[in-house]
C-alpha cells in the first residue's frame, strides 16, 4: 500500500485484490487533494507499480471525449458478448499512454465479477480481470 500512496498521494477510497494474467494485483483507488480519482495497481506479492490510470467523469472529459469513437452502448454489448451478465459498474478512464477506456465490472452468469476495459475509438478489449474481493466503495 506504501508504494501505491506514494505515486499518488490522496485518500484509498477503494482496494480490490484482482486476478490479472495468473497474477494477483491490488488496486488502489485514491482520491487526490483536487478530488480526482486514480486507480494505482500494483503486483500483490512484489509491491511493484504497475499501471496508473486517472478515472474521469463520463464521456463529456475532454480527453475522453476526443479519444472516443464508439458510444457507451456499444461498448457495453462488446463486454457483454465476452461476459454474458449484469453489469453492476461503469468507469471511464485514461491510460498512462493517453487511451480511454471504458471499465464495466459485470456479475458474470457463472457467479464472477469479472472486469473489462474497452477501448473508446477502437472497441478492442483493453485488459480482462477477475475481482476477488473489494473494500470499500466510490
Not at 41 to 49: M, P, W
Request: aromatic share 10%.
Amino acid at each position: 500500500m506504501s508504494e501505491a500512496v506514494k505515486v499518488k498521494q490522496g485518500n484509498i477510497i477503494k482496494i480490490e485484490l484482482k486476478r490479472e494474467n495468473n497474477m494477483l494485483v491490488y488496486e488502489y483507488d485514491i482520491r487526490d487533494e483536487d478530488n480526482r480519482d486514480w486507480d494505482v495497481e500494483c503486483q500483490a506479492d512484489t509491491g511493484e507499480i504497475i499501471e496508473l490510470e486517472r478515472e474521469v467523469f463520463g464521456i463529456y472529459d475532454k480527453a475522453f471525449h476526443s479519444y472516443m469513437k464508439i458510444n457507451l452502448e456499444q461498448a457495453k454489448t462488446i463486454a457483454l458478448q465476452k461476459y454474458p451478465g449484469e453489469i453492476i459498474e461503469i468507469e471511464y478512464e485514461i491510460e498512462e499512454d493517453g487511451r480511454a477506456v471504458y471499465e464495466f465490472d459485470i456479475d458474470t452468469e457463472d457467479d464472477k465479477e469479472m472486469k473489462i476495459e474497452i477501448d473508446a475509438a477502437s472497441g478492442n478489449i483493453h485488459e480482462e480481470t477477475e475481482e476477488l474481493w473489494q473494500i470499500g466503495y466510490e
